[in-house]
């Protein structure tokens, strides 16, 4: 069951990433060349080739994400832990084998994910839309909710660590009553 979680995240954030990338060659590829490739696109050997670049991108991007990502979160660990190995070895002991602590790690990933992707799939749907003369309300509907869907991921990415080593803290403290 953890195996299948860690591909679905991998495929979740691959698919993010990808869609940024697609979406910047469609911005400069003419209309008519993009409707040629989406038939190519609709083959079964094509699709089990998507998948395998969308878990490649995904788990690539994981780890820059996971780098970007490492000093806010190393402050939010300060908080509760003095000794940065001392949090390590009470989560590898005691929570990872927990399923909590892996449902924890998999939303953290695709939060974190989603706060880089968001506004680079807006930035450059955005784009594509001004550059095809869509109307402009689609454009400002675009920005409104990549807007809305990135405040709510970091929102949610933020409370989601915080309570994280709020309560590896918790565990901690009550494995010491305990002994």
Do not use: H
């Amino acid at each position: 069951m953890t195996t299948t979680l860690l591909y679905v995240e991998l495929l979740v954030i691959g698919a993010e990433t990808l869609s940024w990338l697609i979406l910047s060659l469609f911005c400069v590829i003419a209309t008519e060349d993009i409707m040629k490739l989406l038939t190519l696109f609709n083959t079964a050997p094509f699709m089990f080739l998507l998948l395998c670049i969308i878990y490649v991108l995904g788990i690539s991007f994981d780890r820059i994400f996971d780098l970007l990502f490492k000093n806010s979160e190393s402050r939010v660990k300060k908080k509760y832990f003095q000794n940065n190995q001392e949090v390590t070895y009470l989560i590898w002991n005691n929570c990872g084998r927990s399923a909590d602590y892996n449902f924890s790690m998999s939303r953290k990933r695709v939060l974190r994910a989603s706060i880089i992707n968001i506004p680079l799939v807006t930035s450059v749907l955005s784009i594509y839309v001004i550059k095809n003369t869509y109307p402009i309300f689609l454009t400002i509907f675009i920005i409104i909710t990549g807007c809305f869907l990135f405040i709510l991921s970091r929102v949610a990415y933020n409370v989601l660590v915080e309570d994280y080593y709020k309560n590896t803290k918790r565990l901690k403290d009550e494995s010491k009553k305990v002994k």
